[in-house]
């Protein structure tokens, strides 16, 4: 798995496909995401792109309150994304906060979809032991699959939506294909 991690710089070959130097758009995280599809590692053939966002919650204690509880745990999830979803050339986005962005390239839907249900599985079942009581995982995806020419951040913002399905209708995963023609 190819991780990027806003603490680390490292270069790649580059390619047009999810290069941000070709779309002239605005976004809050476009800062932070800039460099992360700068470097993408991408196979010499990209036929379909799927994005991954990722968030995950502690109960009882949220993100904006406890940002640094949230930062002890993050490259422990970071090392169960790596052993349920590094295939596909995954290209992994980490802030050390409570949400994690991945890129894979020509994966299939039942592949992910089935590694992602075990990922979750095993996370949500995780707890630490804090002031006499327990407390939980929680972790949600949205799964964008699109064609190699997308606009990076419409990308990254697509299966931010695809997430957002996922707290609307109470699930832990939400995903929209992308129909290819071969």
Do not use: W
């Amino acid at each position: 798995m190819f991780i990027y991690n806003i603490n680390q710089n490292f270069d790649a070959p580059h390619y047009h496909i999810l290069d941000p130097d070709y779309i002239y758009n605005t976004y809050l995280e476009k800062n932070l995401l800039y460099p992360y599809f700068k470097n993408l590692v991408k196979p010499q053939n990209v036929y379909v792109i799927l994005g991954i966002y990722m968030e995950y919650q502690i109960e009882d204690y949220s993100y904006q309150q406890f940002p640094q509880l949230y930062q002890k745990f993050a490259p422990s999830l970071e090392n169960k994304i790596k052993k349920y979803l590094d295939f596909g050339c995954a290209n992994l986005f980490n802030s050390n906060a409570n949400y994690f962005f991945l890129t894979m390239f020509n994966v299939k839907e039942t592949e992910v979809e089935k590694a992602l249900l075990s990922f979750s599985k095993d996370i949500n079942e995780k707890y630490f032991d804090r002031k006499n009581k327990y407390h939980y995982f929680r972790i949600r995806s949205g799964l964008y699959f699109s064609h190699p020419y997308i606009d990076p951040y419409e990308f990254y913002n697509c299966a931010k939506e695809q997430f957002d399905n996922t707290i609307n209708n109470n699930t832990i995963l939400s995903i929209k294909p992308y129909l290819l023609s071969f």
